[in-house]
């Protein structure tokens, strides 16, 4: 046998790092939350001055019940929805929420998975803590020197 019939070659042609770095590192320390009862026209205008793009949605005792971002109210202004009815009227029910010890590299696969762009980040009593979204995890990555 040839000397280079036991040779293995390998090509990368790209090869991307994700440092270990655990979500609640980068949440942000204030939970914005909007309540149940508050008109869609009111949570938009929320959203806006708290430059977000989406918030859990709070019931009378301060439970997570749903959550709506500026694209779902978007749309409901484009279908020509009351946008004086209140947002549990249209939230959305499922919220998607990842444990503050998971890694940022978990978080981006569950968005990926599930198609959103942000998670509720809870502690292990399942209180939620903060929100992570793609943007917190980009600006990490570019940051990783």
């Given amino acids: ?7 293995l070659m390998i090509v990368i042609s790209k090869m991307t790092v994700i440092p270990n770095i655990k979500v609640n590192s980068l949440i942000s320390r204030k939970l914005l939350t909007v309540r149940h009862n508050m008109t869609v026209r009111e949570v938009a205008k929320f959203l806006y001055s708290h430059g977000i793009r989406g918030a859990p949605i709070v019931d009378d005792k301060n439970n997570i ?3 709506i971002t500026t694209t779902d109210i978007s749309m409901l202004i484009a279908r020509g929805e009351d946008l004086d009815a209140t947002v549990d009227r ?6 998607f929420t990842i444990n503050e010890d998971e890694s940022i590299y978990e978080a981006m696969r569950y968005m990926d998975f599930n198609g959103v762009g942000r998670l ?4 292990y009593a399942g209180r939620p803590l903060g929100i992570i979204t793609r943007t917190d995890i980009l ?6 020197k």
Avoid: H, P
């Fill in 1 to 7: 046998m040839s000397k280079e019939a036991r040779q």
């Fill in 139 to 144: 600006k990490a990555l570019i940051a990783v």
């Fill in 90 to 95: 249209y939230m959305r029910k499922t919220v």
């Fill in 120 to 123: 509720v980040v809870i502690d």
């Fill in 65 to 67: 019940i749903g959550f």
